[in-house]
């Protein structure tokens, strides 16, 4: 029998520029600021995403779709010691911006929608880690790119948390 999967959504609306927010999703250097302490990216359709998120948790991933700075989707290997299951782990980041105006900054839409953690009791504990993990995430990108948007000036590779 299928083992039935269950998913995420979020969205963060970033005041500042499309641009910003897809380097801060595939540069290793932005990531390590505010998503995880150790990133490596072959930035491109067919590369990698690998992150390291704590000594417990790594997530390695195939880069499905890479539309700059429109849209990136990575499939998940199957994590180690996990139990087994032929569910595909994704997570699907949707950006949309909107260039400044009279009186207002450009901001950003990301959404990120997470799909295909198994159902049942052994992966409850991983489910909330990613869903919690990534709302908790995408907050402290929110944080480390406005500032720089609200003083006029790109983030450097160095912006802490």
């Given at each position: 029998m299928?083992?039935?999967t269950?998913g995420y959504?979020h969205r963060?609306?970033?005041?500042?520029g499309?641009e910003q927010v897809w380097?801060?999703?595939t540069?290793?250097?932005?990531?390590?600021?505010w998503?995880?302490?150790q990133?490596?990216?072959?930035a491109?359709e067919?590369?990698s995403f690998?992150v390291?998120?704590?000594g417990?948790?790594m997530r390695e991933?195939?880069?499905?779709?890479?539309?700059?700075?429109r849209r990136?989707?990575?499939?998940y290997?199957?994590?180690p010691?996990?139990?087994?299951?032929?569910a595909?782990?994704?997570d699907?980041f949707?950006l949309?911006g909107?260039?400044?105006?009279a009186?207002?900054?450009a901001?950003?839409?990301?959404?990120?929608l997470?799909?295909?953690v198994?159902?049942?009791?052994?992966?409850?504990?991983?489910y909330?880690?990613?869903?919690?993990?990534?709302e908790?995430?995408?907050?402290?990108?929110?944080?480390?790119l406005e500032?720089?948007a609200?003083?006029?000036?790109?983030?450097?590779?160095?912006?802490t948390?």
């Amino acid at each position: 029998m299928t083992q039935g999967t269950r998913g995420y959504a979020h969205r963060v609306d970033i005041r500042t520029g499309i641009e910003q927010v897809w380097q801060s999703l595939t540069e290793p250097e932005r990531l390590t600021h505010w998503y995880a302490p150790q990133a490596r990216v072959d930035a491109r359709e067919g590369g990698s995403f690998w992150v390291r998120i704590d000594g417990d948790l790594m997530r390695e991933a195939h880069i499905d779709i890479f539309q700059p700075p429109r849209r990136l989707r990575l499939i998940y290997m199957p994590l180690p010691d996990s139990p087994a299951s032929e569910a595909v782990m994704v997570d699907d980041f949707l950006l949309h911006g909107e260039a400044a105006s009279a009186g207002k900054g450009a901001q950003t839409v990301l959404r990120l929608l997470g799909s295909g953690v198994p159902e049942g009791r052994e992966w409850d504990a991983l489910y909330l880690r990613l869903r919690g993990g990534w709302e908790h995430a995408l907050l402290r990108l929110k944080a480390s790119l406005e500032p720089a948007a609200a003083a006029g000036k790109k983030p450097p590779p160095g912006t802490t948390r």
